[in-house]
């Protein structure tokens, strides 16, 4: 499994260039980007194509080489294959069949964006969220009260109403980091809150081009200063569960039905002790 540069081809690794002169074949995401980084660096070589339409087939094809005794890598379009990219698949093959899979590190938009970020401790990966409005407000439900750092990725023609989204289901004050282009000539980084990110884009055409990696902050710990809130919190929980109690209490008060959710969740933890 071999990492390629995200945009900037001098972002590969020497081990990589050598694992791509020396393989059997290559399977790439889409052969017209792999060639081009192959002539870019004096690379003979072929590339097959392994991608999401053709997953299951191209897998089998890799098996036939590794079951030949041939050497195989396999590369995406950009970054680390098998992260939001196709290559899983032919992975867990050759792993049921007792072949030696080998990572070959290198660029990850992932790892790019959040170095330069400013956040630390643990975080979550979603990857690309579903590209149809409903669905993706669903996902995001799921992540609303998720304490860590939120990473995911997104297409030009999907930002702005993906932002709008993540404002009006995560919270308008969280951080939101836009790093858009990483490694690239029009690499930018933007860093304000939900609230105003869909504005910033808005005003310029240019800033909605390109790939995207968005960083949003967890979700705020309760306030416990809210004394009231909580006092509503408790008096509901006493005769409803805790998802019915949130959103009622949240109605009441106007306090932030996440930082209600994370202490709910503790109230009910303290009543079982």
Known sequence: MVATPIGNLADITLRALEVLRTVDAIFAEDTRVTRALLAHHGIDAKARSLHAHNEDRAAQEV?????????????????????????????????????????????????????????????????????????????????????????????PHRILECLVDLADLLGKDRAVVIARELTKMFESVHHCRLADAHAWLAEDANRQRGEFVLIVSGAPAPDEDDSEARRVLEALLDELPVKTAVKLAATITGAPRNALYAAALDLEKARQR
């Open 63 to 155: 098996m036939a080489a590794l079951e030949a005794g041939r050497d195989v890598a396999l590369v995406s379009d950009a970054g680390t294959p098998g992260i939001s990219d196709p290559g899983a698949r032919a992975v867990q093959s050759a792993l049921a069949a007792g072949k030696e899979v080998i990572p070959i590190p290198g660029a990850s938009a992932l790892a790019a964006a959040l170095s330069i970020s400013g956040t630390q401790g643990p975080f979550a990966f979603l990857g690309f969220l579903p590209s149809k409005g409903a669905a993706r407000r669903r996902a995001l439900e799921r992540w609303r009260e998720f304490p860590h750092t939120l990473v995911l990725y997104e297409a």
